[in-house]
């Protein structure tokens, strides 16, 4: 019981906020405090969402490959992003090999710019800077 945060296997956020094997339809999502529907009309929890991290790297449970997430889980989740490990990508430690500090992983998910960077696993900054995006400084 209790707010479903933790998706394994398959699982979502059903109508009742609570963990259910099944996909749940898109407008129960409405109904759902802090939920947004995923590329696959599965209702997840904003927490998953808002983390910076591609969550479709590590479970199926996921999806947010799609230009509906594109300003936010995409460009952790884009698979022309070549980043060895993707869940470096958008975790607020700048890592500046040319593999994740690039246009096709949003300049390492913005870790790399100080105007860009969210502070998530790591605090903002504590690798340093390494701004090569035009657009952010």
Aim: aromatic share 10%; proline share 4%.
């Amino acid at each position: 019981g209790g707010d479903c945060y933790c998706p394994t296997s398959g699982e979502s956020i059903s109508c009742n906020g609570l963990c259910s094997s099944s996909p749940v339809s898109t407008p129960c999502c409405t109904s759902v405090p802090n939920t947004t529907v995923d590329c696959n009309g599965i209702c997840q929890s904003n927490l998953w969402v808002s983390n910076k991290r591609c969550e479709s790297n590590y479970s199926t449970a996921f999806n947010y490959n799609c230009a509906a997430f594109e300003g936010d889980e995409f460009g952790q989740c884009a698979s022309n992003c070549s980043a060895p490990i993707k869940g470096f990508v958008g975790d607020g430690y700048c890592d500046s090999a040319t593999t994740y500090n690039s246009a096709e992983c949003l300049y390492d998910g913005g870790d790399c710019c100080q105007s860009t960077c969210v502070s998530s696993v790591f605090t903002c900054g504590v690798a340093g800077y390494s701004c090569i995006n035009p657009n952010a400084t």
